[in-house]
C-alpha cells in the first residue's frame, strides 16, 4: 500500500518534535491495518476520514483518504481541532 502525503501535512508534520513524530507514527501504521478506522465525513467533504489520536496529551486530528482498491492512503491534514475542518475545506 502506498501513503502519500499533501504538501500542507508535510507543512505540519515539520512543526513537530521528534517523540511527537514518533506517535503520529503509530497512528498512521494504525490507519494503515485499517483504513475505516477514522469517522467518515460528510458534506463539503465526503470521501475525507478523520483519525482523532492523542500527541503530548493533546487531542490531535488526523485527515486522510484513501481508495476503495486499498492501493493508496493520501494523509491530508494534521492538527488540533481548532480550524482543522475549516482549514481541511480550502
Known amino acids: 500500500m502506498h501513503v502519500l502525503q499533501t504538501s500542507v501535512f508535510k507543512r505540519n508534520v515539520k512543526r513537530l518534535r521528534k ?14 491495518q485499517t483504513p475505516h478506522l477514522g469517522d467518515a465525513k460528510v458534506g463539503d467533504l465526503a470521501g ?16 486522510y ?7 493508496a492512503i493520501t ?13 481541511l475545506k480550502r
Not at 65 to 71: A, P
Not at 76 to 85: D, I, P, R, V
Request: glycine share 4%; hydrophobic share 40%.
Open 65 to 71: 483518504s484513501w481508495d476503495q482498491d486499498g492501493e
Open 75 to 87: 494523509l491530508l491534514a494534521l492538527g488540533s481541532h481548532e480550524n482543522f475542518y475549516r482549514d
Open 48 to 63: 475525507v476520514r478523520v483519525h482523532k489520536f492523542s500527541i503530548s496529551n493533546q487531542q490531535m486530528l488526523l485527515a
Open 19 to 32: 517523540n511527537q513524530k514518533a506517535e503520529l507514527d503509530t497512528a498512521i501504521h494504525e490507519i494503515i
